[in-house]
């Protein structure tokens, strides 16, 4: 659950992989210059989409210093509208389509990622203005300890 009556909630642990992220989001692949995925960026859906070769700051949801610039050689949305209302809004692809899909997803994705001994995570980062918005909605909902 993220966003209720189109305001954005945030569910708060102590586990900080049980925190969500909050808000109404758009998601996009980020290329690198061999054409293969570097990351998926997280964004506020108010945000302009990343544009091929213009750098932009990801950020790691959670660790404030792990942050980096990336100029993407292409950019994939990767969020589409399949319902609306109760309705179909565009043809469901055959089975067929989304196995050859999926099997070249998992093609174009660097080999250590898909070693299965000690894999390197895929990188999932937010933009500075998710973060900043995460960030200010935790605070702001976060309990307050009191010390005596």
Known sequence: LVEVNK???IKISEDVQKVTIPGRK??????GK??????DLLQTSSEPPPKQGERVLCRHPFLESKRAYVTPSG???LLQKWWSNGK???PLPTLEDVRNRVHDSIKSLRSDIKRHL???PYKVSVSEQLYHFMHKLWLENAPVGELS
């Open 88 to 90: 179909l809004c565009q």
């Open 7 to 9: 305001r954005p909630c």
């Open 34 to 39: 061999d054409g293969s995925p570097l990351l």
């Open 118 to 120: 000690n894999p390197t």
């Open 26 to 31: 758009q998601v996009f692949r980020l290329f």
């Open 75 to 77: 950019v994939e949305p």
